[in-house]
């Protein structure tokens, strides 16, 4: 997810405020979300988010993987099976932490989307 900063002129003084993009554009309605959910809870969903994208990633890498015999580390040997299950689940943790596919981001977006409507809604309940 990118960001862009914004900046205006309000009461005199220059204020800067990031604002996060979507497909090049600004996402107003997502920094606005940002707003009412705790930096704690987006940490949290921001793992989240991250731990789901490395799942995917695993999936695709064990589909792509199942296939392969022969000798050597991806061969049909004994143990290797277990041996290679560890290293695609490696594979695609390290790949989520460097970014990814993109998957994350969007995950991620939702997560916060849905935590400030309901936010929201608990909020005007009260009030």
Known sequence: ??????????????????IPTIHGRPDYDFADALTKVSPKAQAKAKSTAQDFEGMFINSMFSQMTSGLTGEGPFG?????????????EQYSKSFAKAGGIGISKDVYRELIMQQAKSASQTQGKQA
């Open 1 to 18: 997810m990118q960001t862009s900063v914004n900046t205006s002129l309000h009461s005199g003084a220059l204020s800067r405020t990031v």
């Open 76 to 88: 049909s040997t004994t143990g290797t099976g277990v041996w290679r299950s560890m290293l695609t």
